[in-house]
């Protein structure tokens, strides 16, 4: 969207009324064993002998290759391999070379390690974490099965830990987003874009990575929505985004973004000083700092905000089925942590009901 459509579109709205990490893929196992390298050249690090056809090494090139074919998205790529790479490199320091010698005990040990493991600031693996480790690593192994690599899937059986149903850590009161999107100098370029960015984040509780990759020409301002391009789970789909968050990205566009805009910038919305579109980490650490800043002492950067919408819009009446459709949730029951998280209404009833609450005639 070009600056001229924000400046129509913006007076029209003002008239009317925003880590294993990269050890697994080096091979340093004594830091962590679950998480991803932050570069794609992590699928190109070599382990073991990588002239054995029946070696791990080539079997997980091999696999990588499939999925790339069936159209998987590199995000998802990199969890996969990431994770059985892992696994990998744990069986390469005990002499297990090839997913042939891999059986169910040994399966189970390695489910012991992730159990046992302690991250650098001494707290385990969450369930969760381990759980999805595990859950990759059956996929594998029935993927080698499929294609008759190996006679039969040693984890086909394997029991994955239970996974608790967690509520997210934190979850900001609407006083407390307002606190936060205050923090930014919006007297300053940097301070306006950040402001845009956190407005974003908090109308249409998108992820970060879809916020970086974020581009003019998606901002649909008539429609007041969004368009996610491949999305997670590699859905396109439309989103609502509120007037508010608008007319702060239009001050943005039709005010600094050409500041950091470079020849290289292409179509990219939101632009680092140097030009160029941001990381995820970068977000999430810019996310954090303005919570800090704010002086509000809960966890959270930029997923927080996803957290925070979904919450008081439930709180304030919004159907779960249609904050599914906001979030983009592929199931219900993902959506369905917000009922658990939404109080107000149990406050309600717990004020007029119980008997300690009750005021007097």
Known sequence: MTGNCFRKASMHLRSECQTF????????????????????????????????????????????????????SEATIKKRITYVR???????????????????????????????????????LSWGSQHLALKEIRTYFAWL?????????????????RQPKTLPKAILTADEVEQVLAQPDVTTPIGLRDRAILETFYSTGIRRFQLCALRLDEIQVDRRALFIDRGKGQKDRYIPIGTRALLWIARYVEGVRDKFSTPASDNTLFLTIHGTEF??????????????????????AC???????????????????????????????TTQVYARTSIRRLQEIHDKTHPAERKED
């Not at 699928?43 to 091999?62: K, M, Q, S």
């Not at 990381?279 to 959270?300: L, N, S, V």
């Open 21 to 72: 990490r990269s050890d697994c893929a080096t091979g340093n196992l004594d830091k962590s064993p679950v998480s991803g390298s932050p570069e794609r050249a992590w699928e190109f690090l070599a382990f073991g002998d990588t002239n054995d056809p029946r070696g791990f090494y080539r079997l997980l090139v091999e696999h990588t290759d499939r999925l790339r074919i069936r159209n998987y």
């Open 303 to 333: 997923h927080i905000y996803r957290h925070t919408m979904a919450t008081l819009m439930h709180e304030n009446g919004a159907d779960l089925t249609l904050i599914q459709q906001i979030l983009g949730h592929a199931k219900s029951d």
């Open 279 to 300: 990381e995820p980490d970068t977000i999430t650490e810019y996310g954090r700092r303005y919570i800090q800043a704010a002086g509000i002492d809960k966890p959270g």
């Open 86 to 124: 892992g696994f990998a490199i744990w069986c390469q320091d005990r002499d297990l070379t090839c997913a042939i010698h891999i059986t169910k005990p040994i399966l189970e040990s390695y489910q012991r390690h992730l159990y046992r493991y302690r991250k650098s600031n001494g707290q385990p």
């Open 145 to 161: 099965a499929k294609m008759n690599h190996i006679a039969f899937s040693p984890a086909a059986d394997l029991e994955l830990p």
